[in-house]
């Protein structure tokens, strides 16, 4: 329900809540990049149209605020780290990765 408040003799229409502003920006974002993605039916249009724009984005942020973009794989692991931790946790994820494939 929206309440309208008159103040000296104007309305006054309450503003959305920056948690439903956020809500609808996040699922607007959602939707964007899902109807985007549909438009595309091969690995190579989705990647050179969809998925590298993105990640070009992420990379131009991650730059701009000095972090490290470390993007690894099978399903997906994005890490965000400064240029100190980079080498670490990349060396973690690899051990990690290499000891998942030796066992059962």
């Known amino acids: 329900m929206l309440r309208l408040s008159i103040e000296n003799g104007k309305k006054i229409i309450p503003k959305k809540s920056a948690k439903n502003r956020n809500k609808k920006s996040l699922n607007h974002l959602i939707d964007l990049f899902s109807r985007e993605m549909a438009k595309h039916h091969d690995i190579e249009s989705l990647n050179s149209n969809v ?8 990379e131009k942020v991650a730059y701009e605020r000095n972090y490290i973009l470390n993007i690894y794989g099978e399903k997906s692991n994005l890490v965000f780290t400064n240029g100190e931790d980079a080498e670490k946790i990349y060396e973690l994820i690899e051990k990690y990765l290499d000891v998942k494939e030796l066992s059962p």
């Not at 998925?51 to 992420?58: D, E, K, N, V």
């Open 51 to 58: 998925l590298m724009p993105f990640i070009m984005a992420l």
